[in-house]
Every structure is written in C-alpha cells, then in structure tokens.
C-alpha cells in the first residue's frame, strides 16, 4: 500500500515518468524514491543548520576550514567499496568512504556550523552527476537532487540531534579534555548519531528493496550487520580527533585528518584492486562457462545467440558494451547484435562497416561520444572477430587476411583503464570464431556424408 502511494506520488511530481515504460521508468521512479523518502527531514535538518550556524566560526578560522573541506572532497571522492556475497552468486555493494570521521571531529571542536563540510562534497558530486546524466541525456534533476537530500535527512539531521544532547549533557565546544565529565556527553552523542544515522536508513532501504525486490532477506540482513559493525567501529574515532585539537594544538588535528585522508585512500586503492580483480575472475568463469556450454550445445551455431545473451550480460553487469555479427552464409554466420546495459548504444550503424575495412585486430577510439549521449563518455575498445580459418594460419605467407565475422565494442570511462578489458574480449572473440568455424566444419560433414550417401546409393 505504502508503495504504490509513493510510485503516484511520483507520477504527480513528475509527470515524464508516464511516458517511459519497463525499465528506464523503474530507474527514473527509483531515483525520486529519496526525495520523497527523505525530503520533508532534509528541509527541517536544511532551516535547523542554517539557524544554528554561526557565521563568525568560519571568519575566525577560513585556513582550518579550507583545509578540512580539501580533505571531505577527497575523502568523497575516493569512496570505497565492500562486497557482500548474496545466496544467488551476487554481490551486494556498500560504498563509504571516512569523511563522517572529520566531519564529526570538527562538529565536536566548532559545533554545528561545521555540518557545512558534509554538504560540499556532496555539491561537488551533484554537479558531477548531472554532467554524467546530462552526456546520458537522462534527467538531471532527481539523481542529483537525492543525494542533497539523503545526506540532510539523514546525517545531518541525525548529527544536529546528537549536538544538541551533547550541550544538553553539559559538553562545551570544543571538547574539553580527556576527563570523564567532559567524555561522557560526546560520547553519548557519538553513540546517538550511530544509531540514529542507522535508524534514519531502514524507511529508505525498505521502500528501495520493496520495489527491487532482488536481494533476498538473509542477505539483506548480512548487509545490515555490515553496516552497523562499519559505523560502530569507524565513527567513535571522531572522539579522538576532537581530542587532539583540546589541548590546543591546531596543528596536532590536521595532522590526524591527514592520516584520516591517506587511511582513506589507502582503503580506496585496495578497494579497486578488489573489483579489479573480482572482475577478471567474473571474466575468466563466464569464459570458461560459454566455452563448455558451446561444446556442450549443438554443433551448429543455432544456440550461439542465446549463449551471448546470456554469458556477456554475466561477465560484463555493469558495462556498455556491444557484440555484432555480421550475417553471412560462409562460414555460416548468424545475424546477431546484443546491446548490453539498459540498451544504450556505443556505435551507430555506420561505424560497423569501419570495422569490417579495419586492418587490425582491435583498435581504440579515445576521447569518443557514443550516438545516445551528447558529451564524450571516454575510450571506445573495438576488438574484431576474425574467422579461424586453419587454411590461412597454415600459410602466414598469403596476403589474403582473415574474414571479419562480427566485432565487440566496449564503453570504458575515463577513469578506467581501457585495455584492462582486452584479454578477456580476445579470447571471447576467439570463442565466437571457434564456434562459427565449428559450425561451418559441422555443415560440410554433413554435405560431404550426404554426397557419400548418394554415391553409395547409385
């Protein structure tokens, strides 16, 4: 019941959404789920900040300020990611990065104005996000917008709270000392954040996994335990922080939010080399897995199609990719084309025929713009795939170069390496040549039995 409120609730905000239908509606409602899930907290939590905020914190310390927003925008920007393994073989994300540690400190040394760090990281991402969908010619407006408001009515709101009862217990800014009287309140208020920061969560995920529907319970719950163990662990550092700078030492406490940056970064990079390598390990198995299963299919290349489907969309979730074959009758290949991830193309039609008159195996187009986006998303990596004629390796000396039966083409962002995907599209292409070939090998038994058949006969 309460779900299909808020999805009309969504449709009167926006009306677009009626003109969209199956998938590309399902992630332009889910991405006004925390507006409205969160919308009415942010805007208490948004009048609340600005009139707790005081103005002379920041004239009276601009270096101190400057330096710990530099560090929030790269702490944000370096967000790593955990992995929690689902009942199905998926793998569940859960991003942070150790931001909220100098965010917390500074509220606990300059009080609720420093609740201001939180917002420009998230600002700079909103700007971000609405480049990345503006190139994607998607709207601009509720993907960024969530993010203001999630933080808001989550956070931010929570961490008011927890000031508040930390004056309320008689804590001063900036804490004090290390005397039990002046610890107990910013504890108490670190604990209330933790909790209240999780609590602030539950409606949100709810609703999302109500109309996702996609991670079972046990999982979900594994997921909550992560968290929960993540904030307890992480967030009472803040303490420490506050307490270097009570001994009056400024110099002590950016010294510790520069530990805070680089543990952060630290974190990030093997964090990446984590999904670096949990990905060639996805694109070794589903290799592995679409060879045995063309051996295992019929030897014609009937159930080709339905193996790319299904094994390209396991190796590559989350990329933009495209594998094309080209139809033809020798060596017999299918007409196929499979456009992976929400059906955004990387080429047009025109590009194809480039390919079949390139003259190498692969190729990459940087700085490239894919036809459904207005702006360059980043490399283009186009590997071919050439016929596995036995006749033309058993002669390297023939001018004449092998057929070009199809190509795949992969989107990689800016950010990623390009050519870390080519291995595993080499080999891909050389299973699909494999395969053709083998149907073709398959058809001229056949012919050849059935000439036998006739001669034996006459």
């Avoid at 508040?164 to 009287?181: C, K, Q, T």
């Avoid at 290799?287 to 193996?307: F, M, R, T, V």
């Avoid at 033309?392 to 390496?417: F, K, V, Y």
Wanted: with cysteine.
């Amino acid at each position: 019941m309460i779900e299909s409120r808020i999805f009309r609730l969504a449709r009167r905000l926006n009306p677009k959404l009626n003109e969209l239908d199956g998938q590309r509606q399902m992630i332009a409602f889910l991405q006004m789920v925390p507006v409205m899930v969160t919308g009415i907290p942010a805007l208490i939590a948004l009048v609340w900040l600005v009139l707790a905020t005081d103005l002379g914190v920041f004239a009276d310390n601009p270096v101190v300020f400057g330096i710990l927003a530099f560090a929030m925008v790269l702490s944000d920007q370096r967000s790593f990611t955990f992995f929690i393994a689902t009942k199905d073989g998926q793998d569940l994300p859960t991003t942070g990065s150790l931001s909220g540690i100098v965010m917390w400190s500074a509220a606990l040394i300059y009080g609720p104005s420093a609740l201001w760090l939180s917002v420009v990281p998230v600002t700079l991402r909103m700007v971000q996000a609405g480049r990345e969908l503006r190139r994607l010619n998607d709207n601009v407006f509720w993907q960024p917008l969530s993010q203001l408001t999630q933080l808001l009515g989550g956070e931010t709101i929570v961490s008011l709270m927890g000031l508040a009862l930390f004056r309320a217990l008689g804590g001063s800014y900036p804490l004090s000392g290390f005397a039990a009287d002046d610890l107990y309140p910013a504890i108490l208020a670190t604990g209330f954040t933790i909790v209240g920061t999780m609590i602030s969560l539950y409606p949100l995920v709810g609703v999302l996994n109500a109309y996702i529907g996609s991670v079972d319970k046990a999982s979900t719950r594994r997921w909550w335990r992560f968290v929960w163990l993540m904030m307890i662990l992480i967030t009472p550092f803040s303490i420490l922080g506050a307490l270097t700078y009570s001994e009056g030492n400024t110099g002590l406490f950016l010294f510790y939010v520069v530990g805070i940056v680089l543990g952060n970064f630290l974190t990030y990079y093997l964090s990446e080399t984590n999904i670096r390598s949990r990905q060639r390990t996805r694109e070794m198995t589903q290799l592995e897995a679409l060879g045995e299963a063309i051996l295992q299919g019929p030897p014609d290349s009937s159930a080709l199609p339905e193996l790319l489907t299904t094994y390209v969309a396991q190796m590559y979730p989350n990329y933009h990719c495209e594998v094309r074959l080209f139809p033809r009758e020798q060596p017999p290949v299918p007409d196929f084309h499979l456009v992976n991830v929400s059906g955004i193309r990387t080429v047009t039609d025109d590009f194809w025929q480039r390919v079949i008159e390139h003259a190498d195996p692969y190729f990459v187009e940087p700085n490239y713009t894919p036809p459904d986006m207005q702006g360059v998303y980043g490399d283009l990596l186009v590997v071919r795939i050439l016929d596995a004629n036995p006749d033309l390796d058993a002669n390297p000396q023939t001018e004449e170069s092998p057929a070009c039966l199809g190509a795949i083409t992969m989107l990689r962002h800016r950010a990623a390496r390009t050519l870390d995907a080519l291995p595993a599209l080499q080999t891909l292409a050389s299973q699909i040549a494999s395969a053709i070939r083998r149907a073709q090998v398959h058809a001229e038994t056949l012919a050849h039995q059935k000439v036998a058949q006739e001669l034996a006969f006459a």
